[in-house]
């Protein structure tokens, strides 16, 4: 097996494009498919976060996607190949890191790169170039000669992630991959995968980690019972859930009053919370937040902090699905 095939006109063709995928287990009798027509688009270069609560659908579509699983109907192409008629180029032309790391405890870092490698074919000499590059790439340097079993959980994640870039695919699919990881380890990960995108690499990851998307996805799709219900840039989503609110903590709270007063002329409702002297209300946008600043300088009303609170993706996952997003696919069969 070789290292991935250059595909034409990649520039411009979609790095990933998912079109009308439908998965249903059990046979006939089942009720609803666990994926059910969902297409998507992933330019290069991009990242796409694949978002939803417990039993959505995610990691069907990526196992799909990923050529582990076959659909019911529809396709998708990967690095320009289709999983149906050429699932073997689609396998040389991605990495998987899955929700559990997949690297053999035994080994060490280096060990379990060499072994990937191998499988691939790739040359000794290319791998040991290769395998010292990705393990300083991934900060596994010091640790690269000792067994994996004595690797704590985000360096078996970095090395899990390592393993799957070994032959350098264009495509990579990511599957839950900072869950377990305590907050340092995570950003130190969203910092790795930072830079792999930098180098062109395209990425379709899912997470239930809201704040994973925010930080890194260029795109969402949120998936909820098998299909699609929303798509587009975080700060699309972000205004699908409602307008921005203007928050006014003023300086005094003898000044709440003349504050409330006028805030109003925005013909928004004001709530005032006197215990943390703050006022809020719903706002279009900075156009209206200049003009209530204004307001009370004129007003001569002293203000501790103005500004704008944007929704949340959580709270897009409430106002689409009716609860929060929690929990993942792991457990699920048709997850």
């Known amino acids: 097996m070789s290292g991935p095939v250059d595909t034409v006109d990649a520039m411009t063709s979609p790095a990933i494009e998912a079109i009308d995928l439908v998965k249903k287990f059990g046979g006939p009798a089942r009720d609803?498919?666990?994926?059910d027509g969902v297409s998507f688009v992933v330019p290069p270069g991009t990242v796409l976060g694949l978002l939803g609560p417990n039993g959505a659908g995610k990691t069907t579509t990526v196992r799909m996607m990923a050529t582990l699983t076959v659909p019911t109907s529809g396709t998708?192409?990967?690095?320009?190949?289709?999983?149906?008629?050429?699932?073997?180029?689609?396998?040389?032309?991605?990495?998987?890191?899955?929700?559990?790391?997949?690297?053999?405890?035994?080994?060490?870092?280096?060990?379990?790169?060499?072994?990937?490698?191998?499988?691939?074919?790739?040359?000794?000499?290319?791998?040991?170039?290769?395998?010292s590059q990705l393990l300083e790439q991934f900060s596994i340097t010091e640790a690269a000669d000792r067994p994996v079993r004595g690797y704590s959980g985000g360096m078996r994640r970095r090395l899990d992630l390592a393993v799957s870039l070994i032959a350098?695919?264009?495509?990579?699919?990511?599957?839950?991959?900072?869950?377990?990881?305590?907050?340092?380890?995570?950003?130190?990960?969203?910092?790795?995968?930072?830079?792999?995108?930098?180098?062109?690499?395209?990425?379709?990851l899912t997470t239930q980690y809201?704040?994973?998307?925010?930080?890194?996805?260029?795109?969402?799709?949120?998936?909820?019972?098998?299909r699609i219900i929303a798509q587009g840039t975080p700060f699309q989503l972000k205004q699908q859930a409602g307008n921005a609110s203007l928050v006014v903590t003023v300086s005094r709270a003898t000044d709440l009053p003349a504050a409330r007063e006028l805030i109003a002329r925005t013909g928004a409702d004001v709530h005032v919370d006197v215990g943390a002297r703050m006022l809020t209300a719903k706002a279009d946008g900075i156009a209206e937040l200049t003009r209530v600043a204004d307001?009370?300088?004129?007003?001569?009303?002293?203000?501790?902090?103005?500004?704008?609170?944007?929704?949340?993706?959580d709270d897009v996952f409430l106002s689409l699905t009716g609860h929060r997003a929690e929990g993942d696919d792991a457990g699920e069969v048709g997850a």
């Open 76 to 131: 998708a192409t990967v690095a320009g190949y289709d999983i149906l008629r050429e699932p073997d180029m689609v396998r040389r032309n991605m990495g998987l890191t899955g929700q559990v790391a997949t690297v053999d405890e035994l080994l060490t870092g280096r060990e379990n790169i060499r072994m990937i490698g191998g499988l691939y074919g790739i040359g000794r000499r290319d791998l040991e170039r290769l395998g």
């Open 32 to 35: 609803r498919p666990a994926v």
């Open 210 to 226: 809201l704040e994973e998307a925010d930080q890194l996805a260029d795109n969402i799709v949120v998936m909820n019972h098998g």
């Open 168 to 204: 350098s695919p264009p495509v990579l699919f990511l599957d839950e991959p900072t869950t377990g990881l305590d907050p340092r380890s995570r950003n130190d990960l969203w910092d790795k995968l930072r830079r792999l995108v930098a180098d062109g690499t395209t990425l379709l």
């Open 295 to 313: 307001w009370l300088q004129e007003g001569a009303i002293e203000v501790d902090d103005i500004g704008l609170s944007r929704p949340s993706l």
